[in-house]
């Protein structure tokens, strides 16, 4: 079953404003990522953040991560027509407990 | 797609054949994943391998085989015994368990007939 859950699932935007994307989980973990994913293409890697950690950043990318309520959100800022894909939050609670959400699939329009 | 290739890109089968779908990489990673992409959903994890001669099951496992007889390879076989394989599959790697980043393949979309 799928732990993370993305929201929203479709996301639309114009070419410089912030997207934000939300993913809740629902039992504890060590540590969360976010992945990208190109249409018809493999996952490219993001950012991790581990449980005891609650924001990091990675150029226009900032994560936030709330252990308290089992959420994790992804900001991107300044976007770009380029940043147009699917972003899918990934949590893992142990060695090789890793669960996908089904993804928010944004889009920045020029 | 880094060093982690699937092949081919496009696989089609008639029902009731088995079929295998290559992994390889280059990245000289101990751990490999296969997961099952339907559109619009996430990742499910058919198998993985955290070691040579070693794999364990992921969420999905009936009507899948791997093996793992060397480190740089991970092939899937979807068997006939899986009775809806159409979808895009996914390899993966990660330097150790599954908590590390994993670096993904292209994929292969599998489509039976």
């Known amino acids: 079953s799928q732990q993370g859950e993305e929201d929203p699932q479709a996301l639309s935007i114009q070419e410089g404003e912030n997207a934000t994307m939300n993913c809740s989980y629902k039992?504890?973990?060590?540590?969360l990522q976010w992945y990208r994913q190109n249409s018809g293409r493999g996952l490219v890697h993001l950012i991790l953040?581990?449980?005891?950690?609650r924001e990091k950043h990675s150029g226009r990318l900032r994560v936030t991560l709330d252990t308290s309520k089992k959420s994790s959100s992804l900001l991107i800022t300044a976007s770009r027509a380029a940043d147009t894909a699917s972003y899918f939050c990934?949590?893992?609670?142990?060695?090789?407990?890793?669960?996908f959400g089904a993804g928010t699939r944004l889009t920045v329009k020029p | 797609d880094g060093g982690i290739t699937q092949s081919p890109k496009y696989l089609f089968r008639k029902e009731g054949q088995n079929v295998t779908l290559s992994c390889e990489q280059n990245?000289?990673?101990?751990?490999m994943y296969w997961y099952r992409q339907d559109p619009g959903q996430g990742l499910r994890l058919i198998y993985y391998?955290?070691?040579?001669?070693?794999?364990q099951k992921g969420d999905i496992a009936e009507g899948y085989s791997v093996s793992r007889e060397k480190k740089e390879s991970f092939p899937l076989t979807v068997t006939s015994a899986q009775k809806n394989p159409t979808a895009f599959y996914l390899c993966?790697?990660?330097?150790?368990?599954?908590?590390?980043?994993?670096?993904f393949g292209p994929g292969t979309r599998l489509t039976v007939l």
């Open positions: 990934a949590s893992t609670r142990g060695n090789n407990d890793m669960r």
């Open positions: 039992t504890s973990i060590n540590n």
């Open positions: 953040i581990r449980s005891n950690e």
């Open positions: 990245l000289n990673h101990d751990a």
């Open positions: 391998s955290q070691i040579v001669n070693d794999f």
């Open positions: 993966a790697s990660s330097r150790g368990p599954a908590d590390n980043e994993q670096f």
